[in-house]
């Protein structure tokens, strides 16, 4: 399953910095809750894919994924 779609100029700092560490803002905060204090962090997989306009393709991600399912993946709170 799809959990959260987003993107990164920096993918090493966002996950190391903000999911692992915990540093960051509401979002971050939230994400790190559920992969340490929810028990997730043994069970969830990355995947990433590298493009010149993440931007768009986050966007056109999040458009195909609410088309389908209705609704955002569930760590995906609003659409930028």
Do not use: M
């Not at 540093?23 to 990355?46: F, K």
């Not at 999040?62 to 569930?74: F, G, I, Q, V």
Request: aromatic residues 10%.
């Amino acid at each position: 399953d799809i959990i959260k779609i987003g993107e990164s100029g920096n993918l090493s700092k966002r996950f190391v910095k903000n999911y692992i560490k915990g540093q960051g803002g509401e979002t971050t905060q939230r994400i790190h809750n559920y992969l340490y204090h929810e028990g997730y962090e043994h069970s969830v997989e990355v995947s990433c894919y590298e493009c010149n306009n993440r931007g768009d393709v986050q966007d056109e991600l999040l458009e195909e994924y609410e088309k389908h399912h209705h609704e955002l993946p569930p760590w995906n709170r609003a659409k930028k």
